[in-house]
């Protein structure tokens, strides 16, 4: 019988206390790395098993005050919840993944290969890999969303209170994607992580 794993919404209810500057995070670079990882959100492969994220388009994302948190990691996909700030953006950017943002609060416009578009709660924006792209939140609340990448681009326990802690994380090596999560499709077939018949 198929389990249902439901997202506490604790989960998703962050605090919105930021670092007085970078310097300071800098500072107490320890404390602060340590506190950018969810212990409770799985390091392997996920079980064979729903995950239930409700209220992903209305109540509960826009209680989010986090710059990033993965919410999910697979063999092929992974889901994050991002929080852009006012006046903020996501950075300019070029994933080796394929990225699909889907948008449920706030405004905003997004730079895909030198090409603007305005984005808006509800929109969905596809950034294939390889392409550059920048998000910035031009509203006067929070731009929200939800980003599929394919295959994970984080570590399935990120947690990123802003911008410059993740980039952090990034540029530390602290924020990879686990190497069983880059497998191809053969190999995890091969070794039981996925088969046909739905049996494990």
């Not at 409700?54 to 986090?66: A, G, I, Y």
């Amino acid at each position: 019988m198929l389990k249902t794993t439901a997202i506490p919404r604790s989960i998703l209810k962050f605090s919105s206390k930021h670092p007085a500057s970078v310097l300071a995070r800098r500072a107490s670079s320890q404390s602060a790395i340590h506190s950018a990882k969810d212990p409770k959100m799985p390091t392997g492969p996920p079980k064979h098993e729903m995950a239930y994220f409700p209220e992903m388009t209305s109540t509960l994302p826009s209680k989010s005050s986090e710059f990033r948190r993965v919410l999910w990691t697979g063999l092929y996909s992974q889901v994050v919840l991002m929080t852009v700030p006012i006046d903020g953006d996501i950075g300019d950017e070029v994933h080796t993944v394929d990225q699909a943002l889907t948008f449920t609060s706030g405004k905003g416009k997004a730079t895909i290969a030198g090409k603007d578009q305005e984005v808006k709660a509800g929109d969905l924006m596809v950034v294939p890999a390889g392409t550059q792209h920048q998000f910035v939140n031009t509203g006067t609340t929070p731009l929200i969303l939800y980003t599929i990448y394919s295959p994970a681009e984080h570590n399935p326990q990120s947690v990123h209170k802003t911008k410059e802690e993740g980039d952090e994380e990034e540029e530390t090596g602290k924020d990879e994607a686990p190497d069983w999560s880059r497998k191809p499709k053969a190999e995890n077939e091969k070794n039981g992580l996925v088969n046909t018949n739905g049996k494990y």
